[in-house]
């Protein structure tokens, strides 16, 4: 994590500006990064042992703030001067209290009531605020007005020392988000803004350098990251004589070498920083244990691990004084530090080390969710996802260090920002705001604008920067609903489970699966850098026992490769037209038998017995189905339990009801040649060739100008679905909605007055082509008038989790890849499934690849008679129907590939 910043008035020293600005690069241990946080005070202090005299540097400042005060009242720059320097000294000073966040918003509004917001006053005291949240472990809050210090400042004051600072601070709260993009273009503007500012004081560059090799090393950039290093070490050497920064300066040089693997070149570094820090600070400043870490991971780089142990020890206890038990930079030097105990043979010390680690973390991300764009949200995940990797490693290897607690945290950290959104959405769908309102009105339309940009930034001058315009604005209202929904909300965090509630809400006949893909170390004893391989495990949990079971599936590489090779065969045999199908089942079993063996197989003594197996995949085990596993001459569908997913282990606990709601919504074979004004009535294209899929994954390119293609045999499958309700379910209304009328406005009205929604259309997903936007953009469904406008006939996954489908039982996606998307890890897949599951539906069936036409058509009317006729749970009916078309294929001498069959699946509420 990069140091919180504080704001410099023009009167104070450049040499202590540099100093509480300068960047530290991380310490890396093996996979895990501990980003560095120094910003001393303004002035060097002494510990009180060796000056007992020393003037306290924040009563200084608050002293000067009360001179201010009297010397220039009202709304004057001398005040606005006087609350930067006391915010910027408790920040540095880590004595930030909620008073430390109204002076600076005292700050904010009067420097907006002297020189207005587009002035550099207002840049200086906007920033100096979101420094106090970065201080404050909320960079979530800090980011929004980092980013509108630094677009006022391009305006009004380009290329000086304030536009430097602006982009510095929102580099570090970009980082601290793990948003690497934002990161690297907020450090290269800060290095150009202070090299063209013409500043005396070259030393503030080197800090700058040195913060922009960090992100240049994170993104493998070694050889951009070290010339930026050896710059700023040759500034460095310029200096006629040590100074304050100095400490932090070389603290980075040397952090940088040791993850560089150069230890004679990082020692040196490490020992003159830990010098001066002694010398400047005093041995219990939080500058001496910055230092402390780093030589801490240089000793245990080189296997000297009693030495790395003290020096550990040592610096933590530092952070823990100045940070507190529960601050993520704390959390950081506990991760590296049980990493090292791990690869000294103390396993139970790491593991608890660890799991103290995580807890502090997903703790604080769970906050930071809630106030994130979905996309920011997502992408701080990714790195979230990875905090458990050490303490699975661990339990893997040695499940006698206690299963339990490893479990309870993969349990609690799963699809945090899925659940966060929905939380969002289910609020400001309960709450009627007009303000509201139009915010969602306003986030629609530029949702919109963001679907039509997409993909075309590789064929236009400046379309890119329109994409990221409209990307930009959508996260701007996203932020503002955000922050509304918090207004009228009572959770404080996301909902806490406990193993025992698993064990109260798994049915007495079944067994919970919980798969996890993580970066396995191997904690070779004795080496620090040990090897590492993306593994697989699984959890097994059973009702009503103490016992929880893990099992090690092995390396991630060969089970996707299998995975990959399957789903391969089902798309050969999608677009084969029949032929060669002998071929291509052949192929099938030989892959996924494979697969059964290395996931399911090792799982036998604890599914045997079961009558229902509820299954958490993760990784590319998200995208095959286990019903489709060959066993025997046949399937798994077969044989044994029943096997029903889940998109996480809390879709066992029952939440609140939801508002009641009855009827079917039924819409299919929309006309997608309709021109947006015509009337609705005409009919199908007859001279258009029947689609016998409902579509595949398309890029960026293709979708903007891809026309699809009739559905016929959706228009059966959708009034089969009627008849068989009205027939069966006499008690709740029907609509069936197909042709010209199937819109997406139709949709959108029906959709959530309804209990059963069922969607046969095409859908689409796109690929990593279409830019860093939010993955629920690239997903959606297809409506009529396609052909002529996509912008007013395509649903995005993301327009579809802002719908209120509370109440919703069940939601039929019978259309090709719904259950696809972007894969990541601890999220699940970032699709069509997922937006209406945050929209509030409680039950999906999906398809997880491109789906036949008539064959669904057979598949959907089995469905629905299993669960009207025969009273079926979701898990029986998909389950039942699956087996019902596998054996009616094999009866009729037809292919059994489980492309015909086994490709729709039920996720959620099993019941």
Not at 183 to 210: F, G, P, W
Request: glycine letters at 6%; hydrophobic letters at 40%; one cysteine or more.
């Amino acid at each position: 994590m990069k140091r919180t910043l504080g704001r410099k008035p023009e009167n104070l020293p450049a040499a202590v500006s540099a100093l509480c600005a300068a960047p530290l690069l991380c310490a890396k241990c093996a996979a895990i990064l501990l980003c560095l946080l120094v910003c001393p005070a303004l002035k060097p202090q002494p510990s009180a042992a060796q000056n007992p005299k020393s003037p306290d540097p924040v009563e200084e400042a608050r002293e000067g703030l009360r001179a201010a005060e009297a010397a220039h009242p009202g709304n004057t720059p001398e005040v606005v001067d006087a609350l930067l320097l006391l915010v910027q000294r408790e920040c540095v000073g880590r004595k930030t209290s909620a008073e430390t966040m109204e002076m600076a918003e005292r700050a904010v509004a009067m420097s907006d009531a002297i020189a207005g917001k587009e002035s550099i006053l207002y840049v200086e005291a906007l920033t100096g605020e979101a420094k106090v949240y970065l201080a404050g472990d909320q960079p979530e809050k800090g980011r929004p007005m980092a980013e509108q210090a630094l677009e006022i400042a391009q305006r009004v004051a380009p290329g000086t020392r304030p536009m430097a600072e602006a982009a510095d601070a929102l580099d570090k709260l970009c980082w601290e988000l793990n948003d690497l993009p934002c990161s690297l273009h907020a450090a290269e503007t800060a290095v150009t803004a202070i090299r063209a500012s013409h500043t005396e004081n070259e030393v503030y560059l080197a800090s700058m350098l040195q913060d922009l090799a960090q992100i240049r090393l994170r993104l493998d950039d070694h050889a951009g990251a070290r010339a930026a290093v050896l710059e700023s070490i040759e500034i460095v050497d310029r200096q006629a004589k040590p100074s304050a920064p100095m400490t932090i300066l070389e603290s980075n040089a040397g952090a940088f070498f040791v993850r560089e693997k150069q230890p004679d070149e990082a020692l040196p570094h490490l020992k003159k920083s830990l010098a001066l820090s002694n010398e400047i600070y005093g041995a219990d400043s939080i500058q001496v244990g910055y230092a402390t870490i780093n030589l801490a991971e240089l000793y245990a780089r080189a296997g000297k691990f009693a030495e790395a142990a003290a020096e550990y020890e040592s610096g933590l206890a530092l952070f823990r004084k100045w940070y507190g038990q529960k601050h993520t930079r704390t959390a950081g030097v506990e991760r590296v530090y049980a990493a090292e105990l791990a690869a000294s043979g103390d396993s139970a010390k790491a593991l608890n080390l660890d799991l103290d680690s995580h807890r502090t973390r997903r703790e604080t991300f769970t906050l930071a969710v809630r106030v994130l764009p979905e996309r920011q949200a997502l992408t701080l995940a990714a790195d979230f996802a990875t905090g458990l990797d050490d303490g699975l490693s661990l339990v893997v290897a040695h499940p006698e260090l206690g299963i339990d607690p490893v479990y309870q945290e993969v349990i609690r950290s799963r699809a945090l920002v899925a659940e966060e959104m929905a939380k969002r959405q289910a609020s400001l769908n309960r709450n009627k705001d007009p303000e509201i309102a139009a915010l969602l009105a306003e986030l629609d339309k530029e949702r919109a604008a963001a679907l039509a940009s997409t993909g075309a930034a590789q064929n236009a001058a400046g379309s890119e920067q329109t994409y990221s315009d409209a990307i930009a604005h959508m996260e701007r209202i996203e932020r503002q609903l955000a922050e509304r929904s918090l207004q009228f909300r009572d959770d404080q965090r996301a909902r806490t489970v406990e193993l025992a509630d698993l064990r109260r809400h798994v049915p007495a006949h079944a067994v919970l699966v919980s798969y996890v893909q993580y970066l396995r170390r191997s904690f070779e004893p004795g080496k620090m850098l040990s090897h590492t391989a993306r593994s697989y495990a699984a959890f097994t949990l059973h009702p009503g026992s103490d016992r929880i079971r893990v099992f090690d599936l092995g390396q991630a590489a060969p089970i996707d490769a299998l995975v990959q090779r399957a789903r391969a065969t089902a798309d050969t045999e999608a677009h084969s037209g029949g032929l060669g199908a002998v071929r291509n089942e052949r192929a099938w079993r030989q892959a996924a038998l494979a697969l059964r063996k290395q996931v399911w197989d090792p799982l036998q003594s604890e599914t045997g017995t079961a009558k229902l197996v509820l299954v958490v995949p993760d990784g590319d085990l998200n995208l095959i189905p286990f019903g489709g596993l060959p066993y025997g001459k046949g399937y798994l569908v077969e044989h044994g339990p029943v096997i029903h997913i889940l998109t996480s282990e809390r879709d066992l606990i029952p939440v609140d009801a939801a508002t009641k709601k009855a009827g079917l919504l039924a819409i299919g074979s929309p006309q997608f040649d309709l021109t947006v004004n015509e009337q609705p009535a005409a009919q199908q294209r007859e001279d258009q060739p029947p689609s016998p899929l409902r579509d595949a994954p398309v890029t960026c390119d293709q979708l903007r100008s891809l026309q699809f293609g009739p559905l016929p045999g959706s228009a059966r499958e959708v009034s089969e679905i009627d008849s068989a309700w009205r027939r069966w379910n006499r008690g709740e209304t029907s609509s069936l909605i197909v042709g010209a009328d199937a819109t997406r406005d139709r949709f959108l009205v029906e959709a959530e007055r309804s209990r059963v929604l069922h969607v046969a259309t095409h859908a689409f997903v796109l690929d990593k082509s279409c830019g860093n936007g939010n993955p629920l953009l690239h997903s959606g469904l297809v409506f009529a008038g396609a052909n002529q406008s996509h912008e007013a006939a395509i649903l995005t996954a993301q327009q579809i989790a802002s719908l209120d489908l509370s109440g919703v039982d069940w939601a039929v996606l019978s259309a090709c890849n719904t259950g696809n998307g972007v894969l990541q890890d601890g999220e699940g897949v970032l699709g069509l499934e997922r937006a209406f599951r945050v929209a509030g539906a409680h039950s999906i069936v999906m398809a997880l690849w491109p789906v036949d036409d008539n064959a669904t058509r057979r598949f959907m009317r089995e469905l629905y008679s299993q669960r009207l006729a025969r009273h079926a749970s979701t898990a029986d009916a998909v389950w039942n129907s699956s087996r019902t078309v596998l054996l009616e294929r094999r009866a009729a001498g037809q292919s059994t590939h489980p492309w015909y069959w086994a490709g729709i699946v039920g996720s959620g509420g099993w019941e």
